[in-house]
Structures are given as structure tokens and as C-alpha cells.
């Protein structure tokens, strides 16, 4: 029987044509100032978050894409 996945990572895979409102998102969700908020979005791919439970990943993928992002959860 396969283990059910608890725990995901969210990673931002674009920031699509609304990089300003993914910027903003990505500050509220991790809460890190503007500026890194800012860098972590135009590396890209990048890790949003590390270890969240499916409920809270795909809570913040519907922020991110609704903002225009595309999201992977790993």
C-alpha cells in the first residue's frame, strides 16, 4: 500500500505577466521583507515553503495563482 504524501513543499515556478501582486503574496506567506520577497520571486523556480500540510499548500497555491503565479507543490 502507498504512503499517502503529508507534508509538501511549495515551489514558484513563475511569476507570470503580475510579478508586483505574486511579490506581495509571497511577502505574506513567508514574511519576509519586500526586497527578499522581491529576489525570492525573480529566482524563480523557487521554494515558497518547506513541509506544509497539504491543507496550507494548497491554500497558498490558490493566493499564488490567483495573483498570477504558477505554482508546483512537490
Given at each position: 500500500?502507498?504512503?499517502?504524501q ?6 514558484l ?36 515553503k518547506e ?9 497558498i ?5 490567483e495573483a498570477?503565479?504558477?505554482v508546483?507543490?512537490?
Open positions: 500500500a502507498a504512503v499517502e503529508t507534508e509538501f513543499d511549495v515551489a515556478a513563475s511569476f507570470g505577466d503580475k510579478k508586483l501582486d505574486v511579490v506581495k503574496v509571497v511577502k505574506n506567506i513567508t514574511g519576509a521583507s519586500l526586497m527578499d520577497a522581491k529576489k525570492l520571486v525573480e529566482s524563480a523556480p523557487a521554494k515558497i513541509g506544509v500540510s497539504k491543507e496550507e499548500a494548497e491554500k497555491k490558490a493566493q499564488i495563482v498570477g503565479g504558477q508546483e507543490l512537490k
